[in-house]
């Protein structure tokens, strides 16, 4: 029996390229993405030709109508998911914590906090064996910034993955014993389109001589340790935060 993957934000960068490797290994795969249905589109054409199975669906992680409508639209098409990557996140323009709006602050937990949370949750109503499931594995999306604080940039991006952190420890030991794994990757410096939603597209460049491999990394990097917590390679594995960030 093939398993299903549900991938948020899927149709770039390091969720495009988790896609392709876990259709590789054999996963059946959901495909989500918020607004560009084209770049998703070409995530599942290129999972096709390779002779996988994908599906592409929308969904804004931070509106729980439009997650519940997902979850059911996946379930119906593919069938009842044994993986969850909640990848799906934002970064803002470079700002002190003194520039910042409440309304960048909402966004900023909507999405990349409470986005993952309501995924989770409908994941383990699917997933968990005291809900009738078959157990499954979750990956959260943090990041070095978790630890680093992101000072004179990203102090609210850095602030939202310390709670990615503190939910993937917490959740791992919650249902632990109904058959979930639960982990976390947290990214270093990687080489994805996100810095240039946040202003800055150079960064990789202007910042790889801090990382003591010195050089970024490349999103299938990042998605080959995301692929291995999924799979039954790592069954003994939960409440991990593993860090793919170069010694940074």
């Known amino acids: 029996m093939r398993k299903v993957l549900l991938v948020t934000g899927g149709s770039r960068g390091i969720g495009a390229a988790t896609c392709i490797l876990a259709a590789q290994k054999g996963w059946d795969v959901a495909?989500?993405?918020?607004?560009?249905?084209?770049?998703?589109?070409?995530?599942?054409?290129?999972?096709?030709?390779?002779?996988?199975?994908a599906i592409s669906v929308q969904a804004d992680v931070a509106h729980e109508g439009q997650v519940l409508a997902m979850f059911q639209k996946v379930r119906t098409e593919l069938g009842p998911l044994q993986g969850l990557v909640n990848n799906a996140g934002v970064v803002d323009v470079s700002a002190r914590l003194d520039e910042m709006s409440m309304a960048r602050w909402r966004r900023m937990f909507d999405i990349n906090v409470l986005g993952s949370m309501l995924c989770a949750r409908e994941a383990i109503l699917q997933m968990s064996t005291r809900h009738g499931g078959h157990g499954g594995s979750i990956v959260n999306l943090s990041s070095a910034a978790a630890r680093l604080g992101s000072p004179g940039q990203y102090l609210d991006y850095a602030a939202a993955k310390g709670a990615i952190d503190s939910f993937t420890l917490g959740?791992?030991?919650?249902?632990?014993?109904?058959?979930?794994?639960?982990?976390?990757?947290?990214?270093?410096?990687?080489?994805?389109?996100?810095?240039?939603?946040?202003?800055?597209?150079?960064?990789?460049k202007d910042l790889e001589h801090l990382v003591p491999a010195k050089r970024g990394g490349s999103a299938m990097e990042v998605a080959q340790a995301i692929v291995w917590l999924l799979s039954d390679e790592a069954s003994y594995t939960t409440m991990s935060l593993v860090d793919v960030s170069g010694g940074r």
């Open 31 to 53: 495909v989500n993405y918020s607004a560009n249905a084209q770049a998703a589109n070409s995530v599942v054409q290129q999972i096709e030709a390779a002779g996988g199975r």
């Open 171 to 204: 959740l791992a030991k919650e249902v632990a014993g109904e058959g979930i794994r639960v982990n976390a990757i947290r990214p270093g410096l990687i080489d994805t389109e996100i810095h240039a939603s946040g202003g800055l597209p150079n960064r990789v």
